[in-house]
């Protein structure tokens, strides 16, 4: 197919730019078959905006006359406003956009037709393999083994090629445990926590049905991970109602009869259109101009975005709490949304290492891309689409959210800053870059992402761009962090939320003095260090012609 | 340590957020605090809330273990205690009842305070604001504007100060009765001049006009603040009470301006609710606060139904129009309630403070306060029931000023000189007592009792300890710090947000771990240690360089010292505990051998460590006793243990005890 078919009127010009807090500008827009561009015509401060036809999540179009009104809403929840001289050019616009931002085939997408413009340093898709993570667990551990049961990805299509299990559990004993759990996802490794070698396993439900089917590998791989004597915690990310339902259609949770050392915890976090509704609904308050209070804090409320805030959070505290003494478990039902919220934020409060850039991108690799989260069904649409597709769900953007709020209680325990929690929400949604496309590790190789797309961590590593994302404040701290999830200390995400409808400069302002603070007080160090040094050696000098 | 009226042992204090955390310890009873102290002498964990402080107290059914007294405090601190023995908790509950309502001013803890400065030191402390110097700045007296004596003795209106600004114009024969035909005799007086345009702001009480009286000379006290701005043709009349509020007041022959007996006003209604409406939402918003593990739409629903962040918006919105009528229109405005000194204090220093950036330094913000609180006759005794009165008139008036200020320093970050923590110790010592400045109703009243000789300021405490109170961010050569700040109006362009600084002050638990302005304060003093090094570094240099032949130096100190200097964040720790994030974890019998591991708690920088200096927070700091104040160190909060209690309140036992 050729974009051109779709583009009738690729340039229009004389339209007017309204956005929030901006003057309205004139200018000329252009469509391609990935952007709209709109570049101002004024001279003294030309300016362009660049809008992936893949982030619009709706629009609409108004007449007055023969004026034309497109109202666009972007998934990063930006809207803009355009004006188009002309009735017909203004159709044909409208259209196109919607056709071009509705695309079907994902290799239509822009991740395909992109070529960088930077000099690739190190290829990001290669940046956090298995292997490595393997090496590192193999240092402080010999109780694990990497199994390429799944190579093909014929056991579980939403597993990675490599998966890390119990040494003790041969391959066979893995197929049978598959055969056990939804979707095939036995249980594997998550995260070892050196401190006390516990460790934290991840899995979906097990299909034990109405009769109370039991499996004996499945007890015998989970118990693999328990010190002799001790017991370990399952954490269901379902209430045991919904647990217990889940029953009626083949699934289920682990009986205690036949999982006497684990004790089973329920915490209930929603999934699916109860998150996007919530989505919906809090994005539509943020953006109710009126001057209401009461309305504003009801609407807060209603959404029920904070609620789940703190569901989540609860959940993962309460996972790394158990971690601390015990070994865990987490699923939920298919073990792809919430089991991997808790899993990864888990992850956070415990192990310095993911609060650091790096270490935060190769959990999201881990925790997110390889463990299958799919990505491309729940990131389809944002806040303002009607599409209302049950596997459409904010999961992503709720982790998110999660760390900006611990991130908010431990200013100076995080290597990145908001910026960088806001680009990985952009990128989720849309992006020229492949590493959120496709829905699992399977997917992304049968689309020859690596071969075909330029990975985004190939981007973000890069000196250039790293700077933005660092957190001046950060440093090293080696310690357990358990963030506050009382309602007080949690708190709506300006950042995103209120983006596009607050004027940023006195909090970019201020963020950039605490830059300078920073910034000037590490010149000075320097400093102090090289006088010293230099008086030092003067003094040595003197001291040897003393001694002559 | 001090006479003690009261002293029980074996008193056990109560965790708000986890009952396995009580302390054991013995409670005093002095003539001016309530002291805990924690048995066991390592800790020393202490409480102590002076009696001021103290807004109710209850005593609650008497249990098996003993017979739980509830304490709350004025600065919402909320100590939960149980006494062994009911007549210990009944005597105790007597004397704390007469304790914290005392009956004569010279009860309070201000004329018993001792600094331990001299004389000379008190009264250069009281003279660190000098309102006259204020008017001075401002460009007044000019042609337009004058002092007035007319209210000397104060003759004329016995709530306002001596010394009265108003236009050239108004003769003592229009102030006189233009005074009598406004509520308790407050005329039309100047708050605020903006030298650039003339525009002004006046405040007076509501007019005594009833369905249709008129005061000649009032019209030309409004007339003549109109020709003091020689710029614009009219003024607005605020009145700053709902419309339905005003009316009802006509029939008790008061209520507000009509435009066709004024010649060239505007007038015009900002909805603040009455001091009755405010202290109920408080007290609703407190019992949120005070809620058990709230869900998040208990809390939200609670915060909401309570009203107060509309509350705290009106009075924004009302400063944000006259900062606005001023500044962008250069027109006068007169402000007014009922009697003129709550909702019109509130909103003149609101709209000064986005006015004038002098207003947002730390001095500037103590004249703000002595200016259109203090000298103007706020009433502090009445509405922070400083002497038992009628509860009635107690109202958190200030303590909306001051949350109007916090919301404002979280929109403009680089805007003011001064922290968070200053509002904080402000708002504590309105009614803690413990300075001279907030006492009585009125600068008569103050007058009459001699405050500046018998007492200390406030004003010269803070300005002494002002490093602690510095907002790291600012700078006065930043632009957010020039020119009229311009909040915006919708809650989605501009957050209000609970400020749990405040409300949860005690409970650290709640609050971010880290503080970002501790953490750049310390990089700052290091800064300022570093330059001055530098500078000691370059001299020797100079001086070595110039001396190569001469004998070596003396070895300094400096390398010693420079090691020291290191933003250590391990020895300013804190630690972190989880909460409770399930109830479930309890009954899991603990067969793990317990890993109190030390390096298991998060050691980080908080607002605790770094200020461990935190002055006088209880108001011991200058005491004899020489007790250190540990009380706003408290671990209150949700599972979060100062570093001092690591050590044995491990936190597995907290969450894994049967």
Redesign the interface.
């Known amino acids: 197919m050729e974009f051109a078919e779709l583009i009738k009127t690729p340039r229009a010009d004389n339209v007017v730019l309204h956005r929030p807090f901006y003057l309205a500008v004139e200018g000329t827009l252009c469509l391609t078959g990935h952007h709209l561009i709109f570049s101002s015509r004024r001279q003294d401060n030309a300016e362009e905006l660049w809008l992936l036809h893949s982030n619009i999540d709706s629009i609409e179009k108004r007449f007055v006359g023969s004026l034309g009104t497109i109202i666009i809403k972007c998934k990063d929840l930006r809207v803009i406003q355009l004006d188009i001289p002309g009735m017909e050019e203004c159709l044909n616009i409208a259209s196109s956009i919607e056709a071009l931002s509705t695309l079907d085939s994902v290799t239509l997408m822009y991740p395909f037709f992109y070529r960088p413009m930077f000099e690739i340093v190190e290829d990001g898709w290669r940046s956090f393999l298995p292997d490595q993570e393997f090496e590192l667990l193999s240092s402080v551990t010999d109780e694990w083994r990497m199994s390429c049961i799944n190579k093909e990805y014929s056991v579980c299509s939403s597993y990675p090629p490599v998966v890390i299990v119990p040494k003790s559990i041969d391959d066979e004993a893995l197929r049978k445990v598959a055969m056990f759990r939804h979707g095939s996802r036995f249980p594997v490794l998550s995260y070892y926590h050196k401190?006390?070698g516990m460790v934290m396993m991840r899995s979906s439900q097990p299909l034990t049905g109405t009769n109370g089917r039991r499996c004996k590998e499945d007890e015998k791989l989970i118990n693999a991970t328990l010190r002799p004597?001790?017991?370990g915690?399952i954490i269901d990310t379902r209430s045991l109602n919904i647990a217990q339902q889940a029953r009626a259609k083949g699934g289920g949770f682990e009986q205690e009869a036949h999982y006497p050392q684990w004790?089973r915890?329920h915490?209930c976090i929603e999934r699916f259109n109860i998150l996007q509704e919530s989505l919906i609904k809090l994005v539509e308050?943020?953006?109710?101009?009126?001057?209401?209070?009461?309305r504003?804090?009801?609407k807060?409320?209603a959404s029920?975005w904070?609620?789940h805030?703190?569901e989540i959070l609860?959940?993962a505290?309460?996972a790394?709490?158990?971690i601390?003494?015990?070994s865990v478990l987490v699923h939920g039902t298919e073990g792809t949304d919430s089991t991997l919220q808790v899993t990864s934020l888990a992850q956070i409060i415990l192990d310095p290492r993911c609060r650091t850039i790096r270490g935060f991108e190769s959990l999201v690799v881990r925790e997110w891309l390889q463990a299958g989260h799919p990505f491309q069904q729940r990131c389809a649409q944002s806040a303002y689409s009607n599409s209302k597709q049950k596997w459409e769900a904010p999961v992503f953007l709720l982790f998110l959210d999660c760390v900006w709020q611990i991130l908010?209680?431990?200013?100076?325990?995080f290597e990145f800053n908001e910026q960088f929690l806001i680009m990985l929400f952009e990128h989720a949604y849309a992006s020229q870059f492949g590493t959120f496309l496709g829905n699992n590790e399977n997917e992304r190789s049968k689309l020859k992402l690596p071969q075909k797309t330029m990975s985004l961590w190939s981007w973000v590593n890069r000196t250039e761009e790293l700077t933005k994302f660092q957190n001046p404040?950060y440093?090293a701290?080696?310690?357990?962090?358990?963030p506050?999830?009382?309602?007080?200390?949690?708190?709506?995400w300006?950042g995103v939320f209120?983006r596009w409808?607050?004027?940023s400069k006195?909090?970019d302002?201020?963020h950039e003095?605490?830059i300078n603070?920073?910034k000037?007080?590490k010149e000075?160090?320097a400093?102090?260090n090289a006088?010293?040094r230099?008086?030092a050696e003067?003094?040595t000098d003197?001291?040897m012609q003393?001694n002559l | 340590l001090c006479h003690f009226f009261a002293q029980v042992e074996n008193v056990r204090l109560l965790d708000r957020l986890s009952s396995r955390k009580a302390a054991l310890g013995t409670l005093y009873l002095t003539a001016t605090h309530v002291i805990f102290v924690e048995n066991g002498s390592e800790t020393r964990k202490e409480i102590w809330v002076l009696h001021s402080q103290i807004s109710s107290i209850e005593k609650q059914a008497t249990t098996a273990t003993g017979c739980p007294l509830l304490i709350r405090c004025k600065n919402f601190q909320v100590i939960q205690l149980v006494i062994p023995q009911e007549r210990d908790c009944h005597d105790i509950y007597i004397s704390l009842i007469r304790l914290a309502r005392p009956v004569k001013y010279e009860e309070l803890y201000c004329f018993s305070f001792n600094p331990k400065l001299d004389k000379e030191e008190r009264e250069q402390g009281w003279k660190l604001v000098d309102l006259n110097e204020e008017y001075n700045r401002m460009g007044i007296p000019n042609n337009y504007w004058q002092i007035s004596d007319v209210n000397r003795d104060y003759g004329v209106c016995d709530s306002y100060p001596t010394e009265v600004y108003v236009p050239k114009s108004a003769t003592a024969h229009i102030i006189v009765g233009s005074s009598k035909f406004r509520s308790r005799r407050r005329f039309p007086a100047l708050s605020y001049y903006c030298k650039d345009n003339h525009a002004s702001i006046c405040r007076s009480s509501q007019p005594l006009s009833g369905f249709s009286a008129r005061c000649l000379e009032d019209e030309q006290m409004l007339q003549a603040i109109r020709k003091a701005n020689p710029g614009s043709n009219f003024i607005y009349v605020v009145d700053t009470r709902p419309k339905l509020n005003a009316m009802a007041n006509r029939a008790a022959g008061k209520g507000y301006e009509n435009e066709d007996n004024y010649s060239n006003i505007k007038f015009q209604f900002i909805g603040i609710e009455n001091i009755h409406v405010m202290r109920n939402s408080l007290q609703k918003m407190l019992e949120v606060?005070e809620l058990k593990?709230?869900?998040?739409?208990?809390?939200?629903?609670g915060?909401?139904n309570s009203?107060w962040?509309?509350h705290i918006?009106a009075i924004m919105?009302a400063g944000i129009f006259i900062a606005k009528a001023v500044a962008e229109e250069g027109v006068s405005v007169l402000v007014h309630c009922s009697d003129g000194w709550d909702r019109t204090a509130q909103v003149c220093s609101v709209a000064s403070l986005l006015l004038d950036p002098y207003y947002r330094t730390m001095k500037g913000f103590m004249v703000l306060i002595e200016k259109d609180w203090v000298s103007f006759g706020h009433k502090f005794n009445h509405r922070y029931g400083n002497l038992d009165g009628d509860p009635k008139e107690i109202s958190p008036v200030i303590d909306q000023f001051i949350e109007c200020v916090w919301q404002l320093m979280e929109?403009?970050?680089?805007?003011f000189e001064f922290n968070e923590r200053f509002l904080i110790h402000i708002q504590h010592h309105i009614y803690s007592c413990q300075f001279g400045n907030f006492l009585c109703n009125s600068q008569k009243e103050r007058r009459e009792l001699k405050i500046q000789e018998r007492t200390y300021s406030l004003w010269a405490h803070l300005w002494k300890n002002r490093a602690d109170y510095l907002n790291?961010?600012y700078?006065s050569d930043?632009?957010?710090t020039q020119g009229t700040l311009h909040p915006?109006?919708?809650?989605?362009?501009?957050?209000?947000?609970?400020w749990?600084g405040m409300y949860?002050r005690f409970?650290k638990?709640?609050?971010?771990?880290?503080?970002?302005t501790d953490?750049?304060m310390a990089?700052?003093e290091?800064?300022q240690q570093?330059?001055e090094?530098?500078e000691v570094?370059?001299e020797?240099?100079a001086n070595?360089?110039e001396s190569?032949l001469n004998?070596?130096?003396v070895k300094s100190k400096?390398?010693e010292r420079?090691k020291q200097l290191g933003?250590s964040?391990s020895n300013n720790s804190l630690a972190?505990?989880?909460?409770e994030?399930?109830n479930?974890?309890k009954s899991?019998p603990?067969?793990?051998p317990s890993?109190g591991?030390e390096?298991?708690?998060?050691?980080?920088?908080t607002q605790d460590n770094l200020k461990s200096s935190d002055p006088d927070l209880s108001a011991n700091s200058d005491q004899e006793s020489g007790v250190e104040d540990l009380s706003c160190r408290s671990p209150s909060?949700?599972?979060?243990l100062p570093s001092e209690d690591s050590g044995k309140d491990s936190d597995?036992a907290v969450?894994?005890a049967v």
């Not at chain 1, 308050?285 to 209070?293: E, F, G, K, R, Y």
């Not at chain 2, 638990?509 to 970002?516: F, I, K, T, W």
């Not at chain 2, 909060?637 to 979060?640: E, S, V």
Request: some cysteine.
């Open positions: 401190k006390n004597g001790k017991r915690y004790r915890i915490k308050a943020c953006n109710d101009q009126s001057h209401n209070m009461d504003w804090l009801s807060l409320e029920n904070l609620t805030i703190k609860t959940a505290c309460l790394a709490q158990c601390d003494r015990a908010r209680q431990f200013p100076c325990s404040l440093e701290n080696s310690l357990v962090i358990w506050s999830v009382a309602p007080q200390s949690l708190q709506l300006e209120l409808n607050r004027p006195f909090l302002e201020a003095e605490m603070i920073i000037y007080n000075l160090q400093k102090v006088l010293r230099q008086l003067m003094e003197d001291r003393e | 606060c593990s709230p869900s998040m739409s208990d809390f939200l629903w915060l909401e009203g962040l509309k918006k919105d929109q403009f970050p680089c805007a790291p961010l700078r930043h632009s957010q915006r109006m919708a809650p989605c362009n501009f957050l209000y947000k609970f749990s949860n409970e638990g709640l609050h971010p771990r880290q503080s970002v953490y750049l990089v700052k290091e800064t570093l330059e090094e530098l570094l370059r020797r240099l070595l360089q190569q004998d070596n130096k400096q390398q420079s933003l964040t972190n505990t989880p909460q994030y399930s479930d974890l899991f603990s067969r793990s890993q591991d390096e298991d708690s998060a050691l980080i920088l909060g949700g599972g979060c597995e969450f894994l």
